[in-house]
């Protein structure tokens, strides 16, 4: 195997690996926001996701998403707002390291085609 195709496919891992390792890092946050919310008793409304807001004396309900990642509360009256729980370069992180480890796949895959196609043409097949 040739050093570039090595090379393309150890980026394509190494994208992946940081993706996962940073989207798991922002479920970590996400669900110790849920157990916050969930927690009730003494001090819990608003909920504590969702303090730091003018807006979170109106909050009655939260939501969370998987992609992207965010924890959003729910005010009275309809309408939401995304908490600041999930730190800010989680999402961009791991969409762009997710979309790095494709495009090193696929270009590894491209450039193992092209050799592979060109070492048949020397042989002298058609």
Excluded at 7 to 12: F, K, T
Excluded at 67 to 75: A, R, Y
Excluded at 88 to 95: D, F, I, K, Q, R
């Amino acid at each position: 195997m040739s050093s570039s195709i090595r090379r393309l496919r150890g980026a394509a891992t190494l994208a992946g690996v940081v993706a996962l390792v940073v989207y798991v890092w922002g479920l970590l946050h996400l669900a110790g926001s849920v157990l916050e919310a969930e927690d009730g008793g003494t001090d819990s409304a608003p909920l504590p996701p969702c303090r730091g807001n003018d807006q979170a004396v109106h909050v009655i309900d939260y939501s969370v998403s998987f992609l992207p990642l965010s924890f959003d509360c729910e005010m009275t009256g309809g309408g939401s707002y995304a908490a600041a729980v999930i730190p800010g370069y989680v999402n961009p992180v791991a969409v762009g390291s997710a979309l790095a480890a494709v495009g090193c796949a696929v270009a590894s895959a491209y450039v193992a085609e092209l050799r592979l196609r060109a070492g048949t043409r020397e042989d002298g097949a058609p």
